[in-house]
């Protein structure tokens, strides 16, 4: 008797059917989660413990796991590419639109509301 082979139009060969999530990985995840949750008291005693220099670096630490990191920008960088989305509204605007910019713009700068 020969072997299946793969690709031969009868099906998968074995193993989990698809999109079947891992038991072991599953498992040890809500493991873990659990274990982190039953801590939580421990964890604020402890924290109440610390020194205030201590208990900052620990709070803002933390803080990467709830905040989204912030990416640095460069003043010029940006102020570069909000003048390249300004030209390209203003490449697309109607005449009508941009007409009554200037006219605005002519006003704030003779000091009229």
Do not use: C
């Not at 999530?21 to 659990?34: G, R, S």
Request: aromatic share 8%.
């Amino acid at each position: 008797m020969v072997g299946r082979k793969k690709n031969d139009g009868r099906g998968r060969l074995g193993g989990r059917a698809e999109g079947t999530p891992n038991k072991v990985t599953t498992d040890l995840k809500t493991w873990i989660a659990e274990f982190l949750d039953g801590g939580r008291d421990k964890f604020v005693e402890s924290m109440e413990g610390l020194t205030p220099q201590e208990y900052v670096k620990v709070y803002t630490s933390l803080l990467n796991y709830a905040l989204p990191k912030q990416q640095s920008v460069n003043v010029d960088a940006q102020i570069e590419a909000e003048y390249k989305q300004l030209e390209k509204l203003i490449s697309t605007a109607p005449d009508e639109f941009i007409d009554r910019i200037a006219e605005k713009i002519t006003k704030m700068q003779e000091g009229k509301p």
